[in-house]
């Protein structure tokens, strides 16, 4: 074996978040650029220039998205199963909004039929919106705590409904999710852009921007005040594997503080949400769009990591039962089968991102609405 059974758990929570930053950062400015599409472009020209810039790679960032899954199912079984159980609708609502990209790119440009484009632009927007807000909606849901619990028989029962989602709280982690990912995806717009197109995503920087800023300082005094934590009062050896329910948990005041005081080093993440906005915004206005595109990306990694820090080690924390909640040290797969994956990542990991890097040098540089007119019937 590799490593422990305790530090693989580590380590497993560690790749888990990558994998979400990773998809949240590549397949982020997809979804971003995808609900800005019926908005920021003006003619159909400008809304083609808009889907150019994302068609060639669209498809390999979404598979960062189905990798976190895998890896949820194979390195957190019991999360796996019972978020996927809880969150039914709204994960089958995401998979339906999702459906209309494939297609929405693929059937746009077969007619140049306004009507029938403008359609495919609502779909797209319906495509790259509904994850956005249904993601943020979850992460809120999971701050405040998931009303599941299991039996002796170690069967999980999810006792919330779809509506029950839908509370303030997680309308506001919402907000922050689509603010995040709009102005992810108009910082690599004006990266790819020039002229009209250009300016109008410079703007849309500043407001989506500003917009993340506020949601997510007031969503974050909101946890602090108003929304009580987890913490685990007993547990057996994390380097032995255990049952979620042979721990003990309680909800506590300003529990997702802890680790923060405790870390005074993870109060970085916060900060690097903030700050990498501002710097979005300031960039943006100052031409660089480059740093611009590389602020925006820290912003939207602080904004995950901050979720990440203050949960550890809690996973889906249970509103209803404390101790049937999961954590990083008792939803874990084997500990030979997070060895043999930990294998499989450091060996295929750093092929993807050398691919992935090779990929957008390739592709880098401006459309301009001048090589999208040689092809009436591309995207």
């Known amino acids: 074996m590799l490593f422990d059974y305790d530090t693989l758990k580590l380590i497993w929570w560690g790749f888990v978040g990558v994998l979400l930053i990773g998809f949240a950062v590549l397949g982020g400015f997809d979804l971003g650029i995808g609900m800005l599409l019926p908005f920021l472009a003006k003619s159909d020209a400008k809304r083609r220039i808009m889907l150019n810039a994302i068609g060639p790679t669209w498809e390999g960032n979404q598979v960062w998205f189905i990798t976190a899954g895998g890896a949820v199912f194979a390195a957190w079984p019991l999360v796996y199963a019972t978020a996927f159980s809880g969150f039914y609708w709204a994960l089958l609502l995401v998979l339906f909004a999702l459906f209309f990209r494939p297609v929405g790119f693929e059937y746009r440009g077969k007619l140049e039929n306004p009507v029938w484009r403008s359609a495919w632009d609502w779909g797209l927007f319906v495509g790259g919106a509904i994850p956005a807000l249904v993601f943020g909606v979850a992460f809120g849901n999971l701050l405040q705590g998931v009303p599941f619990y299991y039996d002796e028989y170690m069967r999980s029962f999810y006792t919330g409904s779809f509506w029950g989602l839908l509370n303030p709280f997680a309308l506001l982690a919402g907000v922050v999710s689509l603010a995040m990912l709009g102005m992810h995806g108009a910082s690599y717009l004006q990266l790819r852009t020039e002229g009209e197109l250009h300016h109008r995503a410079v703007k849309m920087v500043r407001y989506m921007g500003i917009v993340l800023i506020v949601a997510f300082c007031a969503a974050g005094i909101w946890q602090a ?95 209803t039962h404390p101790n049937s909640s999961l954590t990083a040290f008792d939803a874990v797969s084997s500990h030979r089968t997070l060895n043999l994956m930990f294998i499989a990542v450091v060996v295929f990991l750093p092929i993807v991102l050398v691919y992935t890097s090779w990929v957008y040098r390739i592709l880098r540089g401006k459309i301009t609405e001048e090589k999208i007119q040689k092809d009436t019937h591309a995207y």
Do not use: C
Request: zero cysteines; charged letters at 5%.
């Open 225 to 319: 005040v108003g929304i009580d934590g987890y913490r685990i009062v007993s547990a057996p050896d994390p380097a032995m594997a255990y049952m979620p329910t042979d721990k003990q948990a309680e909800i506590v005041s300003g529990g997702w503080l802890t680790n923060f005081t405790i870390h005074g080093w993870m109060i970085a993440a916060p900060v690097a949400a903030v700050a990498g906005a501002l710097l979005a915004i300031f960039f943006a206005a100052a031409g660089r769009s480059g740093a611009g595109f590389i602020a925006s990306a820290v912003s939207v990694s602080g904004v995950i990591l901050t979720a990440g820090f203050a949960m550890f080690p809690f996973i889906l924390p249970s509103s």
